[in-house]
């Protein structure tokens, strides 16, 4: 990887560890306060993130811009829901500002990202699944 990219990614996980992993009061907005209805929530955007990512993955392995703009956009718009900002903002910059070989590099990390917003989650009493 060039060091530019390298340079530009690093900068960006400085921004990016400065959002929370899960922001409790977007996703009390999300839900109306609804606890049971935010349990629900996380355990749909869990379920359905996978797929998301599987479909980034394949799009740029295939070098597939649009398709991996629409992955990229669909886990935005659920991280966002949810109020996992950190997530958010990197499927943000994946859909619109990344190149292939930058998104790549981010794939590495996005399974420690997911986790961190499963474990936030868990501490809150708001997500029980053991799934990884």
């Known amino acids: 990887m060039s060091t530019q990219i390298t340079k530009s990614l690093t900068e960006r996980w400085c921004r990016w560890n400065q959002l929370p992993a899960l922001d409790l009061e977007q996703l009390v907005s999300s839900t109306g306060g609804d606890t049971e209805f935010a349990q629900e929530l996380l355990e749909a955007y869990f379920s359905n993130l996978p797929g998301s990512v599987n ?11 649009e398709a991996m703009k629409y992955h990229a956009h669909a886990a935005k718009g659920s ?9 958010g903002a990197i499927f943000l910059a994946m859909e619109r500002e990344l190149d292939g070989a930058e998104c790549s590099e981010i794939l590495t990390k996005l399974d420690d990202e997911t986790q961190q917003v ?9 997500f029980h699944s053991a799934a990884a």
């Open 55 to 65: 479909g980034l993955i394949t799009a740029i392995h295939s070098e597939n811009c």
């Open 79 to 87: 991280s966002q829901a949810v109020g996992a900002c950190r997530l």
């Open 118 to 126: 499963r474990n936030h989650a868990s501490e809150l009493g708001l």
